[in-house]
């Protein structure tokens, strides 16, 4: 087996063994955090707004792969291994992230109308918008378990495309 063909399998792999954690999570019963209406609320603006950002990020990072790999296209067939493999991991661990931010974005004004089922003036565990599935439906994940596995992603895609850039 070639050593593009091991670092790729081992990044699906770690792809897979961070959204099995993830998805473990989805099962478990977490201590819900009493909080305000207004505390979910803000709690939710500022999920969104990292989303945001590290979308834009993840998307800086995609079209530095494709920067990094396009200097000249005639030479991509030339790619050594290593090089190549980190390529298709930092593409494929951003490319995973950048999916988990859109869920989360899609996701939050689902919650956002779902806090206001709730009466209730003081704290609550109701208002823990971590623990509150992203949509209606209960076999969808909860945001906190969306976020956990979007930053994994980020992370070990930001790591394979500093191996990228250093292996230049």
Request: with cysteine; charged share 15%; hydrophobic share 50%.
């Amino acid at each position: 087996m070639s050593d593009t063909t091991q670092i790729v399998l081992s990044a699906a792999g770690c792809v897979v063994a961070i959204a099995g954690l993830s998805w473990w999570r989805l099962g478990k019963t977490y201590e819900k955090i009493p909080t305000t209406i207004e505390g979910g609320k803000r709690a939710l603006d500022a999920a969104a707004e990292w989303a945001k950002w590290m979308s834009g990020v993840q998307t800086a990072m995609l079209g530095g792969i494709a920067w990094l790999l396009s200097d000249n296209p005639s030479a991509l067939g030339s790619l050594s291994e290593v090089r190549l493999a980190f390529a298709i991991a930092a593409f494929f661990f951003t490319g995973a992230g950048l999916f988990c931010c859109a869920w989360v974005l899609s996701g939050t004004s689902s919650i956002a109308l779902r806090l206001h089922e709730n009466r209730s003036d003081g704290p609550d565990v109701a208002f823990d918008v971590h623990e509150k599935t992203i949509f209606a439906d209960e076999r969808t994940p909860r945001l906190g378990n969306m976020m956990a596995l979007q930053h994994w992603l980020w992370s070990c895609g930001l790591v394979s495309f500093a191996l990228l850039v250093l292996t230049r």
